[in-house]
């Protein structure tokens, strides 16, 4: 079996909408991860969530799992805040939300995704000035996550959702144009689906600074469930030599658990090929 090691999406709370799993505070969410056969959560929060650090930590201990990532992406949806933003106190809000954030992972031993909160490039915006003011305040976040041992993984979404990193060749660009210590590549295979050629060579592309992996079929349903070919995706993890998470992050259907289960035995079946 391969090094990898299985997580699943949870959050406090969601809407049926929203492709997480598991619904409730952070250590049932633990214990039901560990139930269905899971290594870990990532936790969906906002940056000020009153976490129970002693008692996560307790559960954590108990039950085998732990959680590997906070998830950024309500400081944009809920809190209106995103890194390249044209005003400035809507940044340095961003900014300082992020830095909560990074302070949260490192209390939970965990690293972060950035996905939602970098912001959108506006129409007819120079895209480089964008960029490098993303980079300007990366570089910052990133040396803050980096001191407290947290690292920073940019999410590659889908063209239809997004402007700016909507391929991993874009996303790697960006990466190698500005040099970024700390600052590693999210794919997610659903995201893939939509904006990637091939995702086998876009996984390829990534080799050495691939950091974080969702996963979900074409349909955004449980993996194994639709087209997409997971061996193919497998093989493309192994051959980079990818250390790093299998998380499932996938609409609820039929319902959470039943697809936490589904997706759980189907990869631990390839995995096991």
Not at 27 to 56: F, K, M, Q
Not at 191 to 214: F, T
Not at 216 to 234: E, H, T, V, W
Request: proline residues 4%; hydrophobic residues 40%; glycine residues 8%.
């Amino acid at each position: 079996m391969k090094p990898w090691r299985l997580a699943v999406s949870s959050a406090d709370e969601a809407p049926a909408t929203a492709p997480i799993l598991l619904h409730g505070d952070i250590c049932s969410n633990l214990r039901a991860a560990a139930s269905l056969g899971y290594d870990a959560i990532e936790v969906h929060t906002r940056e000020d969530a009153a976490l129970d650090y002693p008692a996560i930590e307790q559960t954590m201990h108990e039950w085998g799992t732990k959680v590997c990532m906070v998830i950024t992406g309500r400081l944009n949806t809920e809190g209106r805040c995103n890194l390249i933003d044209d005003t400035p106190y809507v940044v340095r809000a961003a900014m300082d939300g992020m830095k909560q954030y990074i302070d949260m992972a490192q209390q939970l031993h965990a690293d972060l995704v950035i996905g939602w909160v970098k912001g959108n490039i506006p129409p007819g915006g120079k895209r480089g000035k964008y960029l490098d003011r993303l980079a300007k305040n990366l570089r910052e976040l990133a040396g803050y996550g980096g001191e407290r041992n947290v690292k920073l993984n940019l999410e590659v979404i889908n063209r239809y959702e997004v402007n700016l990193f909507t391929t991993a060749a874009e996303t790697m660009e960006f990466l190698e144009h500005y040099q970024i210590e700390n600052c590693y590549v999210h794919l997610d295979t659903f995201h893939m689906g939509i904006s990637e050629c091939d995702p086998a060579a876009a996984i390829r592309r990534c080799k050495g600074k691939l950091g974080y992996m969702h996963l979900a079929d074409n349909s955004r349903c449980y993996p194994g469930s639709g087209q997409l070919d997971f061996q193919k995706i497998l093989g493309s993890l192994s051959e980079i030599a990818y250390n790093g998470y299998l998380s499932v992050e996938c609409l609820p259907e039929p319902d959470g658990w039943t697809a936490a289960e589904r997706a759980a035995a189907y990869l631990k079946n390839l995995l096991e090929k």
